[in-house]
C-alpha cells in the first residue's frame, strides 16, 4: 500500500470470526505482515527502526491466534519462531503442506499474536508488542563479534534472546548488572517514539493513554 512520505497504514485488526470461536484457531494475517513493513522497516514511515534492517532479508509472516497461553506462569501474547520441522517425513510434509496453504511457501521466521489482546489493547501496547517479537529475528555474529553474512551476502540469521533478564528481587537487593544497567540508561533517556507519532502511524484513538 503506497503512503505518503512520513505516514503509515491503519493498523490492522484480527477478524472478528476468530474471536467469537470458543476453539482455539489460527488465522493468517498478511496485512499485519504488510503493516509491520511499512511501519518499522519503510525509511519513510515514522515508526522506521534501523535496528531492523537485517529483517529485510527475512521471508517472514504473521499468524493471529485466538487466544494467547500460559507458560511459566505468564501469559504469552506473542512468539516469533524460526520454522523449522524436526520431525518424520509425513510429520514434515504434513507441516510443511499447512504453511504452503497459508502462505504460499514456507517461511523462514513466523510471528504468531494474541488476537483477542490485539483487538483491544492499545496503539502503544501494540506496536510495542508486534517490535518486540521483530526483536527476537536477530543477525548472527560472526568469531570476532561483527554482523554475520551467508556467502551470497545476505545476513545470517536466527532467533535472539532477550538483551535482559533478571529477577526485580535481585536488582533492588543488590543492584543492576551491566545488561540490566543498559536497560537503565534507556529508560533514563525516555521513549524515543512519541504517543503523538504512534496514534498517527496506527490510525486509531489514544485516549485511553491521554
Known sequence: MATKKGTVPRRPAPPLAMLESPRLSFVPAPDVRDWINETFLAEHSRLFNEEHAHVEAAHFEVL????????????VLGQC???TFRASA?????????????????????ITL????????SDLEFCALV????????????????????RSGSPKLAIRGHDVEEFVGVVRRYGPSKDVQYLVDAVKRGPEV???DIARACGTCLLKLA
Open 90 to 110: 509425513w510429520q514434515k510434509g504434513r507441516q510443511e503442506q499447512q504453511m504452503r496453504d497459508w502462505f504460499g511457501a514456507v517461511p523462514d521466521f513466523l
Open 114 to 121: 494474541d488476537a483477542a489482546y490485539s483487538a483491544q489493547c
Open 64 to 75: 493471529w491466534a485466538s487466544a494467547g497461553f500460559t507458560r511459566q506462569g505468564r501469559t
Open 81 to 83: 519462531e524460526q520454522v
Open 194 to 196: 512519541a504517543k503523538l
Open 131 to 150: 517490535e518486540h517479537e521483530l526483536y527476537h529475528i536477530g543477525q548472527e555474529r560472526d568469531a570476532f563479534g561483527a554482523p554475520a553474512f551467508t
